[in-house]
């Protein structure tokens, strides 16, 4: 009888191993910055009161938090400029009131400048979300793979 072929979870103990990824990147980081709604693109733009369009410093803060992290993850990487690579985000949140592809435009944003590729050779490999609601520690989970 032949051996089932089984495939192994990308990294485990994250979260992702627990939903899998499809690709077959030879290149993967996996990163968890505390969640944070302020990455949100609902509070991407604010109004003044009259009536003028601007970016809330939170929102600016928790993206340069993220690129830091990220850009530690991924300095020891030569990412290939012109070849599609892939992002996944999970983000446990504490109620129903936001939803993960919300994040995806900020997380995108900030994934462009951390690894210097374009985002226009990116495509999203799974975006999942989870309410916990009796936790204080949530988590947002950005895997980025080449």
């Known amino acids: 009888m032949a051996k089932k072929k089984v495939?192994?979870?990308?990294?485990?103990?994250?979260?992702?191993?627990?939903?899998?990824?499809?690709?077959?990147?030879?290149?993967?980081?996996?990163?968890?910055?505390p969640f944070d709604i302020?990455?949100?693109?609902?509070?991407?733009?604010?109004?003044?009161?009259?009536g003028k369009m601007y970016t809330p410093a939170q929102h600016k803060a928790a993206k340069a938090h993220l690129l830091r992290v990220l850009s530690e993850a991924c300095k020891d990487h030569a990412w290939k400029k012109q070849t599609k690579?892939?992002?996944?985000?999970?983000?446990?949140?504490?109620?129903?009131?936001?939803?993960?592809?919300?994040?995806v435009d900020a997380i995108?944003?900030?994934?462009?400048?951390?690894?210097?590729?374009?985002?226009?050779?990116?495509e999203i490999e799974k975006v999942t979300y989870e309410v916990v609601k009796d936790r204080t520690?949530?988590?947002i989970f950005v895997s980025v793979s080449q």
């Open 85 to 103: 690579y892939w992002m996944a985000i999970h983000v446990q949140k504490p109620n129903n009131r936001s939803d993960a592809p919300n994040f």
């Open 137 to 139: 520690d949530l988590k």
């Open 38 to 50: 302020n990455l949100s693109k609902n509070k991407a733009k604010m109004l003044t009161r009259q």
């Open 7 to 33: 495939r192994a979870p990308i990294e485990r103990g994250t979260i992702f191993s627990i939903y899998g990824l499809a690709t077959d990147a030879k290149y993967r980081v996996i990163v968890a910055i």
């Open 108 to 122: 995108a944003d900030v994934i462009k400048l951390a690894i210097g590729v374009d985002d226009c050779w990116m």
